[in-house]
């Protein structure tokens, strides 16, 4: 599977808004830009996909390059529930499993 | 509700003996993966399922087995060759395998050997 690159950590106000960068470099065509995000201790939560546009939801937007070689996440009003590890994933068109990295750990200040 | 549930939540195992975590969802997928996560680190595939009655090893697999006999259930058996299984293991599942469909994850189990 093709990998991405998050930065370790970052930081941010709460009731900011919130870019989280994601390097995907070796893309494929058909693959498909998935976030997630994780609590501790609890199970990964889906938070958006897209292939080539950009995409929003309640949760989120997605931002895609035009070349696909990077995307962002952003989170318009970042609250202290949004704090979590969120993960960049490219999934593989008929591929067998999602390849997990670190993620990004987001810290949202009060 | 549909969902992933994964049983027990918290799992105490001695040395050399094996146990099984259960995992069932009840959203009609085809595809189910086991996932094992250490500390501060992502995520790592165990084994996936494709469709009944069948399944793949994942970049993991020693020290575990699995059996998908149903649609809705697929159980993993941590077993005594696994040398170092104190983790949190996640279930999932998905439609299919096409790339735009979401996975959905269970709220994990946590094994810790004693």
């Known amino acids: 599977d093709a990998k991405t690159t998050q930065p370790n950590s970052m930081e941010s106000n709460e009731e900011e808004p919130v870019h989280l960068p994601c390097n995907h470099s070796?893309?494929?065509?058909?693959?498909?830009i998935h976030w997630y995000r994780q609590l501790p201790s609890q199970g990964p939560e889906y938070v958006i996909h897209?292939?080539?546009s950009n995409v929003n939801n309640r949760m989120a937007s997605l931002a895609i390059a035009e070349d696909r070689k990077s995307s962002t996440l952003i989170l318009h009003r970042a609250t202290l529930r949004d704090a979590a590890v969120y993960y960049c994933?490219?999934?593989?068109?008929?591929?067998?499993?999602?390849?997990f990295g670190g993620g990004t750990r987001l810290m949202v200040k009060p | 509700d549909g969902g992933i549930t994964q049983s027990p939540k918290y799992l105490f195992r001695k040395e050399g003996q094996n146990v099984t975590l259960s995992c069932e969802q009840n959203l009609n997928h085809d595809a189910m993966y086991w996932y094992r996560q250490d500390p501060g680190q992502g995520l790592r595939l165990i084994y996936y399922?494709?469709?009944?009655?069948?399944?793949q090893k994942g970049d993991i697999a020693e020290g575990y087995s699995v059996s998908r006999e149903k649609k809705e259930s697929f159980p993993l058996t941590v077993t005594s060759a696994q040398k170092n299984p104190t983790a949190f293991y996640l279930c999932a599942s998905s439609p299919d395998r096409a790339s735009g469909n979401t996975i959905y994850f269970g709220e994990g189990s946590w094994l810790t050997v004693v």
């Open positions: 070796t893309i494929s065509g058909t693959d498909y």
């Open positions: 994933i490219l999934r593989v068109h008929a591929g067998n499993m999602l390849t």
């Open positions: 897209g292939l080539t």
């Open positions: 399922s494709q469709i009944v009655n069948d399944f």
